[in-house]
């Protein structure tokens, strides 16, 4: 078992009392340059791998969470999800795999406009922010996903986002979809073809 050394002690501290996620880069500002802050990270984590809360990273940041199993002892109340509305789900997939992405760009892969509550409901959640502007004529806000989402969804970073394989595995691609995809597939092939045959 490691020791906890006051160099632990002080990234430990340093998790707790953050009032959101902390990088590596901020820990170390925070304790100093003397402390070996992954050492102590990696420590940490071990040590609290098989308690009640977990350091977990998540987006490159870190925090304590509760450990899953133990969830169901803080609810206190029954909780009242909140559904979102196809348009906010959709516009969240579109954000999470194309991101940065503008609302044009956002409305040319759905077929149709969304409106400004829906990319409301998304930032107010936490999980959208604004990431900039595209360098364009009209200069588009781009929006973008947060490490609140990773944290939400339980991803490390958005390369753990499920690809195409898992959509279809889990029956979240309708049909329709399919059927597109699979037209799309052969009309490439042909395509290829042709260019072989010239």
Known sequence: ????????????ATLFAAEEPLTQNDIQQAVGEDVDVKS????????????????VERGRRWHF???PDMAHVLR????????????????????????????AEIEAIRGVQISKGTLDVLMEAGWVRPAGRREVPGRPLIYATTPVFLSHFGLESRRDLPGL???????????????????????????ESAEQDD
């Open 65 to 67: 969470e509760t450990s």
């Open 76 to 103: 206190r109340e029954r909780e009242e999800p909140r559904k979102l509305s196809r348009a906010a789900t959709e516009t969240l997939a579109i954000i999470a795999y194309h991101e940065p992405v503008s609302r």
């Open 40 to 55: 102590a990270i990696d420590a940490l984590t071990d040590h609290y791998a098989a308690r009640g809360i977990h350091l």
């Open 165 to 191: 394989d898992d959509l279809k595995a889990a029956g979240l691609l309708d049909p329709v979809d399919a059927a597109l995809e699979a037209m799309e597939m052969d009309t490439s092939d042909e395509l």
């Open 1 to 12: 078992m490691t020791e906890i050394t006051d160099d632990i002690r002080s990234v430990e």
